[in-house]
């Protein structure tokens, strides 16, 4: 369960913003919140679904990317990758030679970890991680800072057990997290990185593809039928799905209309003996007659299509309670399907998964559907420079009930500054 993340000078992101998943101690409904433990007697109140608004350009999808880098480079670093991922706001000289920060306080297992690193092009600068105890005071348990003087790493690593010499060994592009966690498996490492690792899923609106959802449905026959109840909860009058596998051949390949480049490709991997395997996905539609209402997959609606590459997904991610970053979650889907796609974080979610997702989608700023601490704003001001804040930041007033009229009209700012046509 993530609790905060937080983030500085990361592409058009040059002073540190937070996002929190805290929700407010008075929460009028109860779908909108859950209590999460840890510690001894310990607990904390979070949002299962946070909303990003703003217009084009705003920095919405960089958050969102921002995660993504910090999970990348937490589950890659301890292979020889070469350059680190450093991409710094670039509209202000002195912050091309700053580092980048990020750091996400989480909960795992019960237990409650602050974690986070900087860095440049060319090393880990510094590295920290911290746990709460039962009396809920944090506790480090490593942290690792780079002297440029000196030229060497110093640690603060006595809370640390197992061969913290060995630790001490990671590469200066790499993470003393990830190298104790994957090389040395130390438990407490371990458990942070696999957070990371199992927990920590990032989409983009042109990341998601049909074979998660095929291959539950091939590999997982009962999974079927809770795809087919979710897609046909949505509308879609789906009776039936089926997918087959089966080996990609050369012949086909040479016979198929495939871009050149992509085709030599593909008969190289072949022919050094690659298996290569294709999808075929058909979708059963009611029918006046038998065995008639089979459609092939490429001939869905993109709706049909975009609903059906979430349906395994989401299923998987509720019942395994992960963290889920979405970027442009209303594209392509009816603004009905989108909040019927949140929905199922605030009813019936027993594993305390969360979804936190970039939207244009007014419809779901519906004060019935989403609470104040669960919409936030993104903009970008003059020097080119990405703000974050909440609804929450702004006065309540009883008098405003129609959230999204008033975010419409101007009220919370993070709206396209339109110039009047000549």
């Not at 790499?174 to 104790?180: I, M």
């Not at 349906?311 to 889920?324: H, N, R, S, Y």
């Not at 399907?337 to 970039?358: C, D, G, P, R, Y």
Request: hydrophobic fraction near 35%; aromatic fraction near 12%.
């Amino acid at each position: 369960m993530l609790i905060q993340f937080s983030v500085k000078n990361y592409r058009s992101i040059k002073d540190e913003i937070t996002l929190s998943l805290l929700a407010k101690k008075q929460k009028d409904m109860v779908n909108n919140s859950f209590i999460a433990n840890y510690g001894k007697d310990k607990n904390i109140c979070l949002l299962p679904s946070i909303a990003i608004y703003g217009p084009n350009a705003s920095g919405k999808s960089n958050i969102i990317k921002a995660m993504d880098t910090m999970k990348r480079i937490v589950c890659t670093s301890h292979e020889k990758l070469g350059e680190l991922r450093f991409d710094p706001f670039r509209f202000d000289k002195a912050s091309l030679t700053e580092p980048s920060v990020f750091d996400a306080t989480f909960i795992v297992n019960n237990i409650k970890y602050q974690y986070g690193f900087s860095l440049n092009n060319e090393r880990i600068l510094g590295e920290w991680l911290y746990v709460f105890s039962e009396s809920g005071r944090s506790k480090k348990i490593f942290t690792r800072e780079y002297s440029k003087k000196a030229n060497k790493y110093d640690y603060e690593d006595n809370n640390m057990r197992g061969r913290k010499s060995d630790y001490r060994k990671t590469r200066d592009d790499a993470l003393y997290l990830s190298t104790g966690a994957v090389l040395y498996n130390n438990e407490t490492l371990r458990q942070c990185f696999n957070w990371f690792y199992e927990k920590l899923e990032i989409f983009s609106s042109v990341g998601i593809r049909s074979a998660h959802t095929a291959l539950q449905c091939i590999n997982e026959p009962i999974k079927t039928e809770k795809i087919l109840e979710f897609l046909n909860y949505a509308d879609f009058s789906i009776k039936n799905i089926e997918a087959k596998e089966s080996k990609v051949s050369i012949s086909s390949i040479e016979e198929s209309k495939l871009p050149d480049l992509l085709k030599q490709q593909i008969l190289k991997d072949l022919s050094s003996g690659r298996h290569l395997k294709s999808l075929d996905i058909q979708l059963e539609h009611p029918a006046n007659y038998d065995n008639g209402g089979y459609l092939p997959y490429e001939e869905e609606s993109d709706g049909t299509q975009k609903m059906f590459e979430l349906a395994g997904p989401w299923i998987d991610m509720l019942e395994k309670g992960k963290v889920i970053f979405y970027d442009e979650l209303n594209n392509s889907l009816h603004p009905l399907l989108t909040k019927f796609l949140i929905s199922k974080f605030h009813k019936h979610n027993e594993n305390h998964a969360q979804l936190v997702f970039s939207t244009h989608d007014t419809l779901a700023m519906d004060q019935q559907f989403l609470s104040r601490d669960q919409i936030w704003f993104c903009v970008k001001n003059n020097q080119q420079v990405t703000g974050l804040y909440s609804l929450l930041d702004f006065n309540h007033r009883s008098d405003i009930r129609d959230i999204e009229k008033a975010y419409l009209s101007g009220r919370y700012g993070a709206i396209p500054n339109l110039k009047e046509e000549l």
